[in-house]
């Protein structure tokens, strides 16, 4: 059974700051998505990353993929405020069902 | 980019009444969508995998009796929730693959459904 966690659930932390979130799953995966949900929303599509060693950046976000470590990272460079969301990554299981990881709850104090 | 609408985006409803949300690929067709609840501040779990023509596949717990699930065109899906009761309160989003490549899992506004 795939099982996807993410690391750390909630990050609060100053605006000017760069962290980490990771997510790692259990089962074999080349392609990973990350999501955005904001208070009361829906899922934003923030990362499709589809191979080994890929690596995509929007603005101040950036994520990587490393298959073999059955890891990925969203990486949150000189946070700003207006990133406080939830994040969530997930992962494919057979063909089409994706798996969620518990979500990364992300407060970005001024 | 794709577009899913889902309707209605909030419902409240009395306890034994049935609740439909619509789902529709605005843009493109759709043979497969999904159903996901989240709870508060909780991941999605699945509920169910919608595909066009046939009957839905439930996850393990999710009533099918319970849980109404008809995909009868390329770009609609409903989930009815017959009889609600509080513990169905939740909030419900619906997801659509786009063909032809199927890689893209677009989503809905979510419907934020109590039942009191």
């Known amino acids: 059974e795939l099982k996807v966690e993410q690391n750390p659930l909630f990050l609060s932390m100053q605006e000017g700051k760069n962290y980490t979130i990771y997510c790692n799953y259990s089962?074999?995966?080349?392609?990973l998505y990350w999501y955005r949900q904001d208070p009361g929303k829906s899922l934003e599509s923030l990362f499709v990353?589809?191979?080994?060693?890929a690596v995509k950046q929007e603005g101040r976000l950036m994520a990587s993929l490393d298959t073999k470590a059955r890891l990925s990272t969203l990486h949150i460079t000189a946070a700003v405020h207006d990133l406080s969301a939830t994040y969530f990554c997930?992962?494919?299981?057979?063909?089409?069902?994706?798996?969620f990881g518990q979500g990364t709850r992300l407060t970005i104090n001024p | 980019g794709a577009v899913v609408s889902q309707h209605p985006s909030w419902v409240i409803c009395k306890s034994g009444t049935s609740v439909k949300i619509e789902c529709r690929s605005l843009?493109?067709?759709?043979?497969?969508m999904f159903w996901y609840r989240q709870f508060p501040k909780q991941s999605l779990m699945l509920m169910a995998t919608?595909?066009?023509?046939?009957?839905?596949?439930?996850e393990q717990g999710v009533e099918k009796d319970k849980f109404l699930i008809n995909h009868a065109s390329l770009t609609l899906s409903t989930l009815t929730v017959t009889s609600a009761h509080p513990e169905d309160s939740s909030f419900y989003i619906c997801?659509?693959?786009?063909?032809?490549?199927?890689?893209?899992?677009?989503f809905g506004s979510g419907t934020q459904l109590s039942v009191l």
């Open positions: 997801s659509a693959l786009s063909l032809p490549t199927n890689e893209k899992l677009f």
């Open positions: 089962t074999t995966s080349d392609r």
């Open positions: 990353l589809l191979s080994n060693g």
């Open positions: 997930a992962v494919p299981q057979g063909a089409q069902k994706l798996v």
């Open positions: 843009d493109f067709q759709a043979t497969t």
């Open positions: 919608s595909n066009e023509g046939s009957k839905a596949t439930y």
